[in-house]
């Protein structure tokens, strides 16, 4: 199994506040995708990334994919009440998907 | 509308009662997966299916059982159900490329008592 560790593990922050994530590894992947999980509820992608060097945005969000594929990072601008909830990096490699085990965020108006 | 279901969303059960845990998909996806989510651990990975009859072991397989009999369908069997696997599972199915959406069910919680 290829270890993706996330970072922070939790992370508390006032409504219009910027942030970032990390998911980092020692493994080359495919590719890499982000998922949002809110409580009680399944896992939901955000964004797949698959070019080295590669950056997507979804509104506020910005997802890049380290350029030698092992890391990437999620970028939430004016964080939102409703941005609340656990973020899932997952790498790709042949069949596998492996999860990192999260970023619990809670924004607070 | 496409999705992927499980049942039950609840369940409270005793040590050893055999139990199974549904799981169906609409979207004609080849590959499905159980993965249990506990607090500190994450998601792990139990089972996975890359089509009809073909099944393989994911990183925490001891316990469980699978099949795989139609496209759609992919249960997930605990035959003598162990307080450690007291979990939140989710099934999940996608197309065959690990790139592909990954979809997931609502979860069912279970507590084995």
């Known amino acids: 199994t290829q270890l993706l560790e996330q970072s922070p593990q939790f992370l508390s922050i006032q409504e219009g506040e910027n942030l970032t994530v990390y998911c980092n590894s020692s493994s080359v992947f495919s590719s890499l995708q982000w998922y949002r999980q809110e409580p009680g509820e399944g896992p939901v992608l955000l964004v797949t990334v698959v070019t080295g060097g590669e950056v997507k945005k979804l509104k506020r969000l910005t997802f890049q994919f380290g350029d030698a594929r092992k890391d990437s990072s999620l970028h939430i601008t004016a964080a939102q009440p409703g941005d609340t909830g656990l973020y899932l990096c997952a790498g790709g490699s042949g069949y596998a998907l492996n999860f990192g085990k999260g970023t619990s965020l809670l924004v607070t108006p | 509308e496409a999705q992927v279901t499980q049942n039950p969303r609840y369940l409270i059960t005793v040590t050893g009662k055999k139990l199974t845990v549904t799981c169906s998909q609409n979207?004609?996806?080849?590959?499905m997966s159980w993965y249990r989510q506990d607090p500190g651990l994450g998601l792990r990975q139990i089972y996975y299916?890359?089509?009809?009859?073909?099944?393989d072991k994911g990183d925490v397989p001891e316990g469980y059982k699978v099949s795989r009999k139609e496209k759609r369908n992919f249960p997930l069997i605990l035959e003598s159900p162990s307080p450690n696997q007291t979990s939140l599972y989710f099934c999940?199915?996608?197309?065959?490329?690990?790139?592909?959406?990954?979809?997931f069910g609502p979860g069912t919680r279970l507590t084995v008592l």
């Open positions: 999940a199915s996608r197309f065959s490329g690990v790139g592909n959406t990954q979809y």
């Open positions: 299916s890359m089509n009809v009859e073909v099944t």
């Open positions: 979207m004609n996806h080849e590959y």
